[in-house]
């Protein structure tokens, strides 16, 4: 377990999820770029899984930062989440949106043949299944030690930055970063944030800007607000 990822995640998912983006999330045969990530924080937030409290369901949204937590959207489809925080606080990064970098084959044969490249991970449940990820057995395992079936990577020259500064001071410099803009127009944020995706009542709203993505990436979600959200 590397110090400076474990001192990342050790923060709440609001704030560590930004720096989720460009990591990699590896295992089953397939490699994932993360381009959009979604935070959410139980003790102040009512879109949270775990802001009730722990049930046999969500236990592993409790679990130390690192911990995969998983849950069925839909009945259908196995979302996957990166906990973050300190034990026992419910916080978590659902994993929304990919590129394929490896095992391209590999994730088509689970999504479908006629899937393209960039949908193969658009989307918190296509993600989890070009990763092939199943719930109730892979809910609960370790993303940095390489105990599960999935190892989580920061983005190149990430951890040298954690390690120099601190996570406060990278997260900051991370969403202040800019890339060129279209053509005829100015630089624009690296990093694109706003209300997450269909989630209902005030957590659905501005009030919550913690759905965070990688401006103009194609393999991110399109963006769905909810008819019962406000701001």
């Given at each position: 377990m590397t110090d400076p990822t474990l001192a990342l995640l050790s923060e709440s998912a609001p704030v560590s999820?930004?720096?989720?983006?460009?990591?990699?999330?590896?295992?089953?045969?397939?490699?994932?770029?993360?381009?959009?990530?979604?935070?959410?924080?139980?003790?102040t937030?009512?879109?949270?899984?775990?802001?009730?409290?722990?049930?046999?369901?969500?236990?592993?949204?409790?679990?130390?930062?690192?911990?995969?937590?998983?849950?069925?959207?839909?009945?259908?489809?196995?979302?996957?989440?990166?906990?973050?925080?300190p034990a026992g606080t419910s916080s978590g990064s659902l994993l929304r949106g990919a590129r394929v970098v490896d095992g391209?084959?590999?994730?088509?044969?689970?999504?479908?043949?006629?899937?393209?490249?960039?949908?193969?991970?658009?989307?918190?449940?296509?993600?989890?299944?070009?990763?092939?990820?199943?719930?109730?057995?892979d809910d609960g395992t370790g993303l940095l030690d390489g105990s599960g079936p999935y190892v989580l990577t920061l983005a190149p020259g990430l951890e040298a930055r954690l390690a120099s500064v601190g996570p406060a001071r990278v997260i900051e410099e991370l969403l202040s970063e800019t890339v060129p803009g279209p053509t005829g127009t100015g630089p624009v944020p690296r990093i694109s944030r706003g209300p997450r995706t269909g989630v209902g009542g005030i957590a659905g709203g501005a009030s919550f800007p913690w759905r965070f993505w990688l401006t103009g990436d194609p393999t991110v979600s399109t963006y769905?607000?909810?008819?019962?959200a406000f701001d």
């Amino acid at each position: 377990m590397t110090d400076p990822t474990l001192a990342l995640l050790s923060e709440s998912a609001p704030v560590s999820a930004p720096a989720l983006l460009g990591a990699t999330i590896a295992g089953k045969g397939v490699t994932l770029l993360i381009t959009e990530v979604e935070a959410y924080f139980g003790p102040t937030d009512p879109g949270s899984h775990g802001h009730r409290g722990p049930t046999p369901r969500n236990r592993h949204l409790f679990g130390p930062p690192g911990t995969l937590y998983a849950y069925r959207s839909y009945g259908i489809h196995t979302c996957v989440n990166v906990v973050s925080g300190p034990a026992g606080t419910s916080s978590g990064s659902l994993l929304r949106g990919a590129r394929v970098v490896d095992g391209i084959e590999t994730a088509r044969g689970r999504r479908g043949p006629s899937v393209s490249d960039v949908a193969l991970a658009r989307g918190p449940g296509n993600l989890g299944g070009a990763l092939g990820a199943v719930l109730g057995e892979d809910d609960g395992t370790g993303l940095l030690d390489g105990s599960g079936p999935y190892v989580l990577t920061l983005a190149p020259g990430l951890e040298a930055r954690l390690a120099s500064v601190g996570p406060a001071r990278v997260i900051e410099e991370l969403l202040s970063e800019t890339v060129p803009g279209p053509t005829g127009t100015g630089p624009v944020p690296r990093i694109s944030r706003g209300p997450r995706t269909g989630v209902g009542g005030i957590a659905g709203g501005a009030s919550f800007p913690w759905r965070f993505w990688l401006t103009g990436d194609p393999t991110v979600s399109t963006y769905r607000r909810h008819k019962g959200a406000f701001d």
